[in-house]
């Protein structure tokens, strides 16, 4: 079976929503100051003709941000212009290593996640909805605006606000997560949340090329700097391969709380030739394949991220993915395939 060949190198696009006040201008300073040297791109949408929130955000973005104002992004701008926007951030002599759409806090999340999905730009991916909820204001914004519940059911990641102030912290978290489709809940005061729920934080030596899995599991276990404790991570390394109708099982029926995956795949006999990289964040998925590099080890190495994770079941199932069959299925690679990216096509996938 022929295999898709990989394509460049993206950069995810995260939107970043939620209704006025909660806290998102807040949440991307934070994420800014904390993530060492990873270089993160914004695209800031303020409802007024004064862009205060833009400004907030460039004197610690420089020329990495592109602002809107006097409009909602959602309503202002078609998929197409969009990509103009995103153009100026994702050009390779940027350095940019995550883009995040600061919405307004009367824009429709729904809308901006279709234009991300739409986009025809080649070196960007979606990263995934990011909804922010002021805990002290929740029940009021509710009252007066009922969709507010609809957000929440399409986030990948709501990140409940202002904690510090609100008399019943536990009960709004609880309604939160009530709300939520599959979404991780995390609390979090003054917007601060580990930059790992968003982005692959570069290590802090710089160095050209991705993050190692090494890399990636020495942020997982060092927590000692971590803001809360509404995190959990779990990997998985494995010389057997893994069976690839199995593993769709596993992402197909993932748990609630499970944001995001990250790390690579081998198939073993289904693709000899290519280990596959793989990012989940909320319900979208995507493979990329990639040709092993000589001489290294052939090991399946997965990073797990989410709020309330029953770690051992987890483990236990994808356990259950390995298989050391020598011969291949010629139908089995069909389930990963639909969520290979083809370039011709810039076909997206949900899962």
């Known amino acids: 079976m022929s295999q898709p060949s990989p394509g460049p190198q993206q950069i995810p696009v995260v939107v970043l929503a939620g209704f006025l006040g909660s806290g998102k201008t807040t949440l991307l300073n934070h994420l800014l100051h904390r993530s060492g040297g990873t270089r993160i791109g914004a695209l800031v949408n303020d409802f007024g003709a004064i862009e205060i929130d833009a400004m907030a955000v460039a004197g610690a973005l420089g020329d990495s941000t592109v602002s809107l104002g006097n409009g909602c992004l959602c309503c202002a701008v078609d998929a197409s212009e969009l990509d103009v926007y995103l153009e100026r951030l994702a050009r390779p002599s940027t350095g940019i290593d995550v883009i995040v759409i600061e919405a307004s806090g009367l824009a429709e999340p729904q809308e901006l996640v279709r234009m991300v999905l739409a986009s025809e730009h080649p070196g960007i991916v979606y990263g995934g909805l990011v909804e922010v909820v002021d805990a002290t204001e929740f029940d009021d914004t509710r009252a007066k605006h009922p969709e507010i519940d609809r957000h929440l059911a399409l986030a990948d990641l709501v990140v409940v606000n202002k904690l510090d102030r609100a008399a019943d912290g536990e009960r709004v978290l ?75 099982g596993f992402l197909d029926s993932r748990p609630e709380g499970l944001y995001r995956i990250k790390g690579y795949v081998d198939f073993g006999p289904y693709d000899a030739a290519n280990r596959y990289a793989v990012h989940a964040v909320g319900r979208f998925l995507r493979f990329y394949p990639e040709p092993w590099t000589a001489g290294a080890a052939r090991l399946t190495q997965l990073v797990l991220i989410g709020s309330g994770l029953d770690a051992a079941s987890l483990a236990k199932e994808l356990e259950s993915c390995k298989s050391d069959a020598p011969h291949a299925d010629e139908h089995g690679m069909w389930g990963v395939l639909r969520y290979v990216q083809d370039p011709e096509e810039e076909a997206f996938q949900e899962a």
């Open 174 to 248: 609880g309604l939160v997560r009530d709300l939520t489709d599959r979404a991780a809940v995390v609390p979090a005061t003054y917007g601060r949340i580990d930059p790992e729920f968003l982005f692959d934080c570069r290590p802090s030596e710089e160095r050209i090329g991705q993050l190692s899995f090494d890399d990636l599991h020495e942020q997982e276990e060092d927590h000692s700097d971590h803001l809360h404790a509404g995190y959990d991570s779990m990997s998985l390394v494995s010389e057997v391969p893994l069976d690839p109708r199995r593993l769709m």
